[in-house]
């Protein structure tokens, strides 16, 4: 070749590089800073089925139910919903006593339709996650009915049993139990079960590999359907010390640190995951994570290959009935989310069917402040790090009912301690008060639906009363209504789905020390959004290093900006800087 056609070859070689950006520019794209994944972004509302919405009048609510209001869930902006289970049960616990885990619960409806529903979901572009409860069983599954029928049977080692001839069995305390005591004596072998939760929700045996292919298989079933997501239920104590350990005087205080992260749990998550996770495109998160950060890493972080994301406890505990300190909820969620800002995902929420109502407990309840202070807590929901949890209700401000009367109460384990309670001699005024604020059957009323009888909810008797306050507070109403929490709570799931700045961006949290404002800021790849939440009933301006005159403006739940730079009564406000 001439050296005058080299030159040239060469010349257009460099200006073809140029163009093509082929010498490396760095990336700056969010897809080059973060690690996307669906269900980072996603927004999970949780439909507890029961409640929701009832079909044929049996005062339950169904499958069918939650099928005719589709078009309400899509409404919301939400991408994916958890349903609580659904399985055949005989519903000592409102479903998580599971008798077999391949059917549909008679009450909620048939196979048929579970899969109208899926397919529903599907169509608007809604995942559907499926809670799987396997620490434990019903007592009527056909495994433990086996179980108990002889030492020999080949199910006998699917649960945990204590020979009773043997020394007694080191106590174990039972969540759920009227004595508290997880080991139930049965004359039929002569033997202990043990039951964390009730006698009837019976503990299976996670060393036992056989058992541990039913679940997977089982799994596997529900993922073939096209499922998109299981919620492992309680899973942080399915694996235990099978010798029993006696555990030291008083544990049943902090039986969480006894329970949790028991031997080869990682293993069974690890096996698990190889089974099933790795095989489809479906989400994994358990209830609970542990005992410490490090816990929660392990079971999470990427490379373990365990599961996709925590889901802990400490911030849905803080709200107690007298109340709680903004300071602590502040240093609880900024730890958190420190703790996991390089690795790891976490689950960010307020509520779920084992609370009361989010804005009885971490807001203000009042005629005066629900509404502004519902949006307000939604606002924090949709504008942390982390996959927002939000549960079917909340979204319209739903109260708690406060029962006065224990017979309006429905919850297993409220009436087994009401009566735990009377054995013993307890103070039944102050455990009336107590369940009045934070039994979990003030988050599972009915939901409120419009203001004809029953809340529109059911033409027949409802399971549990439905709270009065729905000929006011319904979703009916709230439509028709442009300053409805309804309306803001879509509007800010709109604006989370439009800025990955909230998904994935850095928290960084400004006037620490302010015991009434939560501020903070959330930035990615150079963009930045400032957060302004006034917890508090009374005007308040946060100390904020932050010039917010010449930022925009995103939602505020007032409709308009704070004066003076001043926050209203449980104002939220969210400006792009
Ligand atoms: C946790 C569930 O969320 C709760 O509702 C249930 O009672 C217990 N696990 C036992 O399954």
Redesign the pocket.
């Known amino acids: 070749m001439k050296k005058s056609k080299l030159v040239f070859c060469i010349l257009l070689l460099v200006i073809f590089e140029a163009n093509m950006g082929c010498k490396a520019k760095p990336d700056t794209s969010v897809n080059a800073s973060v690690d996307r994944k669906w269900w980072k972004e996603a927004v999970v509302y949780q439909i507890y089925p029961r409640s929701f919405k009832d079909s044929d009048g049996d005062g339950i609510g169904d499958l069918k139910g939650i099928i005719s209001k589709l078009d309400y869930i899509k409404s919301l902006g939400i991408n994916v919903v958890w349903l609580?289970p659904i399985y055949s049960s005989p519903n000592d616990?409102?479903g998580?006593?599971v008798s077999d885990y391949r059917n549909i619960m008679k009450d909620f409806g048939t196979m048929a339709d579970f899969d109208l529903l899926l397919k529903g979901l599907h169509e608007r572009g809604i995942k559907l996650v499926m809670?799987l409860?396997v620490?434990?069983s019903s007592d009527e599954h056909a495994w433990f009915k086996q179980s108990k029928s002889s030492r020999n049977s080949p199910y006998r080692d699917y649960y945990h049993w204590w020979n009773a001839e043997r020394v007694k069995p080191a106590p174990r305390y039972s969540?759920?139990d009227v004595n508290h005591d997880a080991w139930k004596y049965d004359s039929l072998t002569n033997a202990y079960y043990l039951h964390y939760?009730s006698r009837k929700?019976p503990d299976l045996n996670w060393e036992n590999p056989k058992l541990r292919q039913e679940v997977y298989d089982i799994m596997k079933f529900w993922a073939a359907k096209g499922i998109d997501g299981f919620r492992l239920?309680?899973f942080q104590f399915a694996a235990k010390d099978t010798s029993f350990p006696v555990f030291p005087k008083g544990y049943e205080n902090d039986f969480v640190k006894y329970y949790a992260m028991g031997p080869h749990l990682h293993d069974y998550l690890k096996e698990m995951y190889q089974q099933v996770f790795s095989k489809y495109d479906v989400m994994s998160v358990a209830?609970g994570a542990g005992n410490s950060f490090q816990d929660a890493h392990d079971l999470v972080d990427a490379e373990r290959n365990e599961l996709n994301m925590a889901y802990a406890f400490e911030g849905v505990d803080i709200a107690k009935v007298n109340g709680y300190s903004l300071l602590h909820f502040k240093e609880v969620f900024s730890r958190w989310d420190s703790a996991f800002a390089e690795k790891g995902w976490l689950s960010v929420f307020l509520a779920?069917?084992?609370q009361a109502r989010l804005v009885s407990r971490f807001g203000n309840d009042s005629a005066a402040y629900r509404e502004v202070s519902s949006k307000m807590l939604s606002t924090f929901l949709m504008t942390m790090r982390g996959t927002p949890y939000y549960y079917n209700g909340d979204e319209l401000g739903m109260t708690n009912a406060g029962f006065t009367n224990i017979s309006e109460y429905r919850d297993m384990?409220t009436l087994n301690e009401y009566q735990h309670q009377k054995n013993i001699g307890g103070d039944m005024q102050q455990f009336m008060k107590r369940i009045q604020f934070e039994c979990?059957d003030n988050g599972r009323t009915p939901f409120q639906w419009n203001n004809t009888a029953n809340a529109g909810f059911t033409t027949g008797t409802p399971w549990i009363n439905i709270n009065p306050n729905y000929t006011s507070i319904n979703e009916a109403s709230q439509e028709n209504d442009p300053n409805s929490v309804l309306l803001y709570f879509r509007n800010i799931v709109k604006l989370r789905s439009q800025h990955l700045e909230l998904v994935y961006g850095k928290y960084q949290l400004l006037d620490k020390d302010n015991p009434k404002i939560y501020a903070y800021t959330r930035e990615l790849n150079g963009s930045k959004i400032l957060v302004l939440l006034n917890f508090t009933s009374s005007l308040e301006k946060p100390n904020i290093p932050v010039d917010i005159s010449k930022a925009k403006l995103l939602i505020d739940n007032y409709g308009s900006s704070p004066n003076d730079g001043k926050l209203r009564p449980y104002e939220a406000v969210v400006y792009q800087l």
Do not use: C, G, M, S
Request: charged residues 35%; negative net charge; proline residues 5%.
């Open positions: 609580n616990d409102n998580y006593d809670d409860v620490n434990h969540l759920f939760f929700q239920d309680a209830e779920n069917h084992d384990p979990r």
